[in-house]
């Protein structure tokens, strides 16, 4: 008896703390928003500025979130090596597009350089991601699912290092693209030119990959895995090859982010998958995870949260540096997400299996 009073004590304990987080959240949110208006420090462009760079960054995480929740959705494992697959494709295509820019090739032809740096990212994302798909994955399909769990850790740890013994731990300043410096006028408003094509590039790839998962027999094949590999293997689909392409496909994505990263923030080095990787994690976790468009969904919100965030909550009550606290007030807006709705914005793809 006392121990199930005990338990209705610590649960309405439990509960009571979390009514009052959402209350000291909502209480910061919409507080300092006011204060932030109130002071009319930002005016229209800047706030129309913070909206562009998140979506640009936003559209970035998606990318990169896809290839969590493809693989999830297939095999129900996280993939912790896939911020290092994002770091390979950008740090590999910098050598490609440092040459590129020496040889006067890339102010010649800029776009084809762009497209050419891309597609070299994506083919080493993906030739690395299905390696390790091979070597640390596919063995460990049927263990306990932390084997798989530590293994990724695992793979992750010896891309990042194996890139720091190549290359070494400097940063390594990404070529600029003269046709993509300043500023284009769309609609009377000033936007980068880089922010743009990080916009469209991302939002045309999204399309793509939801069009081959959703319109081709390969997206259909990969929906059938996803919903029951044996059933599956026995309709005649061979489910180690649908699982390759569904890493080869996630890592091409994540390849090309890398490219679009290094455009807005102009650097690369061996660390540089790991925060983009957790965010894309997160990104996943909010739309839900196992679900593409969700994915899609939560990049883009955790890109505009972070962008516009800082200066829209903080900025009213005083707080000096608060972009310091960008990605606190990122991981604030998943918890807040978990707590109203667990399985994530647009929810967990859960296939419900007849008895």
């Known amino acids: 008896m006392y121990a199930s009073v005990l338990e209705r004590i610590v649960e309405t304990a439990a509960a009571g703390y979390l009514w009052a987080f959402r209350v000291v959240v909502i209480i910061v949110v919409v507080v300092g928003s006011m204060l932030t208006f109130m002071g009319g420090k930002y005016t229209a462009e800047h706030w129309i500025d913070f909206t562009v760079f998140g979506l640009a960054l936003g559209g970035i995480y998606a990318l990169i979130a896809l290839g969590y929740t493809m693989v999830y959705g297939i095999l129900r494992m996280i993939n912790f090596a896939h911020g290092e697959i994002f770091m390979s494709g950008a740090f590999s295509a910098y050598f490609v597009a440092d040459a590129l820019a020496k040889s006067g090739f890339t102010r010649e032809n800029p776009v084809v350089a762009l497209v050419l740096t891309i597609l070299f990212a994506m083919l080493v994302s993906t030739t690395l991601a299905l390696t390790v798909e091979r070597i640390a994955y596919r063995p460990l399909r049927y263990a306990p699912r932390l084997v798989p769990l530590i293994s990724a850790i695992g793979a992750s740890f010896f891309l990042q290092y194996t890139f720091r013994g190549l290359f070494g731990p400097g940063i390594y300043a990404y070529p600029t693209i003269e046709a993509l410096s300043g500023k284009w006028n769309i609609f009377g408003v000033e936007i980068l030119k880089t922010q743009v094509i990080v916009i469209i590039a991302a939002v045309l790839m999204m399309l793509g990959l939801y069009t081959i998962v959703m319109r081709t027999k ?51 080095n061996f660390f540089m998958g790991f925060v983009p ?79």
């Open 277 to 355: 990787g957790i965010k894309a994690f997160t990104s996943a976790v909010l739309g839900g995870i196992g679900n593409i468009p969700g994915a899609m969904l939560g990049g883009l919100f955790l890109g505009l949260v972070e962008s516009i965030g800082p200066a829209l909550f903080l900025e009213g009550w005083g707080i000096v540096a608060p972009y310091q606290l960008k990605d606190a007030i990122a991981f604030t807006m998943l918890v807040l997400v978990l707590i109203f709705r667990p399985s994530g914005i647009l929810g967990e793809r859960l296939v419900a299996k007849k008895a």
């Open 218 to 268: 390969i997206g259909r094949a990969m929906r059938a895995v996803s919903e029951d590999k044996e059933t599956a293997s026995l309709m005649g689909i061979d489910v180690d090859r649908i699982i390759a392409i569904t890493f080869a496909i996630g890592a091409a994505m994540a390849g090309a982010a890398g490219v679009l990263y290094s455009l807005i923030f102009a650097q690369v």
